[in-house]
């Protein structure tokens, strides 16, 4: 008995220190030393790399023609497009893929980059990449992501048909997106000017995005709020004007009826068909568009159309994409580190054009030719070639993680405009004070 | 002629002891065996290390600022509860949580015990309706939400159903937090209703014919042999079924998470579903301050509850 209580403390102590351990490296993997210059070499026959369930094709197409090139395995490992919490909930648990399809926004941010991933300030794409990384992929001064397409912009798709037969043109301001509602309750009753998808909670906060897009232009308003010059909770502020014109159009009746429970998948089949006029969503969900029209772009560009409305006018607000932003995590595994490193080397350099033409997109580093741009893509690239400012929630740590939960609140009537205000300023202070930021 | 049976089992006839002094029973202790401690390790390693270990180690992290931002842990007193309270996080989650699980028990029971009554006995069709209510205790949680969201969604099958009486009707059931939160509760009773109602079965079979016979020739009618006989003597079952469905309901997450993702807004925000949400955020130390809400909650609820059944089923 002696004998069982005290192996029973022996055993208790150590697993009570081992946890503790465990806890303070936070599943930190240790640097392999793989040169993270440009000169890594491929040395392993295998990559875990994980992934998003709405992928755009020519992000799968890379890791095939990488696997295929060099002779590696390519195990991808998808996580769901509209649950957040994937990716930080397995990275706690300390798994870790060799490579990390990502946002490049704050999000990032709760991986601890510091600890966890590949400083990747020294690869020789990011010399050629202007300066996105001010703004997304870095912390702290150093950079993290490789960032190899053009920004995704948060705007709205139109159908051409529904505010055509209305004699309706795209929206440039939210006072036009009221037209429209207005106008088509009489002109088309059956149809819902603005299809919400609550239930896929991400979409809630795009609207919100796009009102505020103009002042993001024309005050850096995210700057001042992370400077504490400016708050979410301001009662006379941009924000709580963005939801209270928000829930405007929600008691106007703009809406589709089951706006808190519709997903985002049942909104593009919604948009086709006429059901729905406008559409908020983000450029990246082409592929999810044109899979409705047969994946004809030319089919959908002729049904569907793209406006940017903010508060004052057509203001795209620009965030850099998942599809195409990759990470580098830490594994201590330094032949599959290094090989991780050689697929960023080669996807932005050998393989860079070949990739950038399939995109379809406007290139995010110098030295390739994007291909000529049709149809909606072309209308993403003149939106993005006007007025534009980062999405105003890219940077605003913890709040971003909040907004779509407190947006759905919104929508359900449980919080005022005021009040969804309170509780953003509220999580972007807890996000700041966990990041450690300046002031906070 | 009266016999006494001794505690050593002796029966001796009461004419040849006299005066009869009564002699205390010597309780024989039971003799240790040296070896039993190696059965008991596997266990105790088992529930050290998956239980013991890391509720203590939770405590610990429940007051620190513990985040996926930083590798330094510090202690940080109440912050974390202080933040969730001002988030309207703590007190908002705590209430849905009782609210549900109050709600799922109280569905459960009631509808469990009421098939457990109609099937008790057993005869092909009843065993083939046990076995089909039975079934939805094999679906998984996450595989139920996903079933459940597309029938309440307002143009699936039960709106569907509804138009056929009232045509056009089309309300978002878990759409607005009220009736998610009730739909949610009667999805769970749903789901574990097949179990708890062999539970009750059992319960029922195990009180004893005769006393049902006694009291039916006394001339007690049906609600009367239920009432005042099945009922306290299916105390052990219901003490049973009582905790274990509100405790459960009190740890609901899948289900949850499948179905409304705590929406819409924090309408149906159970406490894991928040400490997810904090564990997504990378807000570990808030996300253990919740965890040690709902380990206090189990406790402070399932221990009186637990005591009252108990005295109850003695009462009984």
Redesign the interface.
């Known amino acids: 008995?002696k004998?069982?209580v005290r192996?029973?403390a022996v055993?208790?102590v150590v697993?009570?220190g081992l946890?503790?351990c465990s806890?303070?490296?936070?599943g930190?993997g240790s640097d392999s030393g793989a040169p993270a210059d440009g000169t890594a070499a491929v040395k392993a026959k295998e990559l875990t790399i994980w992934s998003n369930s709405a992928d755009a094709p020519y992000v799968r197409d890379a890791y095939k023609n990488f696997g295929q090139k060099f002779g590696v395995k390519i195990n991808l490992v998808e996580a769901p497009a509209d649950d957040?919490?994937w990716v930080?909930?397995r990275?706690?648990s300390g798994d870790r893929p060799d490579i990390l399809e990502y946002n490049a926004t704050a999000l990032f941010?709760?991986?601890?980059p510091a600890?966890n991933m590949i400083d990747l300030s020294n690869m020789p794409y990011v010399k050629r990449s202007g300066d996105i990384y001010k703004n997304a992929g870095s912390f702290n001064g150093k950079v993290y992501a490789a960032i190899t397409v053009g920004p995704g912009q948060f705007g709205m798709y139109y159908n051409r048909k529904v505010l055509a037969d209305a004699g309706l043109g795209a929206p440039k301001t939210f006072a036009d997106v009221e037209n429209i509602c207005t106008t088509l309750k009489q002109k088309a009753p059956g149809v819902s000017a603005i299809y919400e998808a609550?239930?896929s909670?991400f979409p809630a906060q795009i609207q919100i995005i796009d009102y505020l897009a103009s002042v993001e232009s024309q005050q850096g308003y995210s700057d001042q709020l992370l400077a504490k010059k400016a708050a979410l909770d301001d009662p006379q502020g941009p924000f709580v004007a963005a939801v209270t014109e928000y829930k405007k159009l929600q008691t106007m009746g703009c809406f589709n009826?089951?706006?808190?429970?519709a997903k985002t998948e049942a909104s593009y089949k919604a948009l086709a068909d006429g059901k729905a006029a406008l559409l908020p969503q983000n450029t990246s969900v082409l592929p999810q568009l044109t899979a409705v029209y047969s994946k004809d772009l030319a089919k959908t560009s002729a049904a569907i159309g793209w406006a940017t409305p903010s508060a004052t006018g057509a203001t795209a607000a620009w965030s850099p994409s998942y599809n195409g932003t990759w990470y580098l995590p830490k594994t201590g595994k330094g032949d599959r580190e290094s090989t991780a490193l050689a697929f960023l080397q080669w996807i932005t350099t050998d393989g860079y054009q070949a990739y950038l033409t399939q995109t379809q997109r406007f290139p995010a580093l110098s030295g390739a030719q994007a291909a000529a741009p049709t149809g909606l893509v072309q209308e993403f690239t003149n939106s993005y070639a006007g007025p534009k400012a980062l999405a105003v929630n890219s940077n605003l740590v913890?709040f971003s993680?909040?907004f779509p939960?407190?947006m759905?609140?919104?929508?359900?009537?449980?919080?005022t405009p005021l009040q969804a205000g309170e509780?953003a300023q509220?999580?972007l202070?807890?996000?700041a004070?966990?990041?450690?930021m300046a002031g906070w | 002629m009266s016999e006494t049976t001794y505690p050593a089992g002796d029966t001796v006839t009461a004419d040849h002891r006299e005066p009869e002094i009564p002699v205390p029973p010597k309780r024989r202790r039971p003799r240790r065996r040296a070896g039993w401690w190696p059965f008991i390790v596997p266990a105790f390693i088992l529930v050290a290390g998956f239980f013991t270990v890391p509720f203590l180690l939770n405590i610990r992290f429940a007051f620190t600022d513990w985040s996926g931002y930083s590798d330094v842990i510090s202690f940080n007193g109440l912050d974390n509860f202080r933040s969730l309270i001002d988030q309207g996080i703590l007190w908002q989650s705590i209430k849905v949580t009782l609210l549900y699980a109050v709600l799922a028990m109280l569905v459960q029971n009631a509808f469990s015990l009421s098939m457990a009554l109609v099937l008790q006995r057993s005869d092909r069709i009843n065993g083939f309706f046990r076995s089909f209510f039975f079934l939805p205790v094999l679906i998984a949680p996450v595989a139920a939400g996903y079933i459940w969201g597309a029938i309440l969604a307002p143009h699936g099958p039960l709106n569907n159903f509804i138009s056929l009486f009232s045509p056009g009707f089309d309300y978002a059931w878990l759409g607005h937090g009220t009736s998610a939160l009730i739909c949610l509760s009667f999805i769970d009773a749903w789901k574990w209703s097949g179990l708890v109602t062999l539970v009750y079965i059992a319960g029922l079979n195990s009180v004893p014919q005769p006393l049902i016979e006694a009291a039916t020739i006394d001339g007690a009618n049906p609600w009367q042999r239920f009432w005042r006989i099945r009922f306290p003597l299916l105390a052990p079952a219901l003490t049973f079924t009582v905790v274990t469905t509100m405790l459960g309901a009190i740890n609901a997450f899948d289900l949850v998470q499948a179905t409304t993702r705590g929406g819409p807004g924090t309408a149906t925000n159970v406490l894991n579903i928040a400490m997810f949400n904090q564990y997504g955020s990378g807000f570990f130390g808030s996300a253990s301050s919740l965890n040690l809400v709902v380990t206090i909650l189990v406790i402070v609820l399932g221990l009186p509850l637990i005591t009252y059944l108990r005295r109850r089923e003695v009462e009984a």
Do not use: C
């Open positions: 008995m004998l069982f192996a029973a055993a208790a697993g009570l946890a503790a806890a303070n490296n936070a930190g957040l919490n930080p909930t990275w706690a941010w709760s991986l601890n600890a609550g239930g909670q009826g089951d706006a808190t429970t913890g993680a909040q939960t407190i759905t609140g919104v929508l359900s009537g449980q919080y509780l509220k999580a202070a807890q996000g004070k966990a990041a450690r």
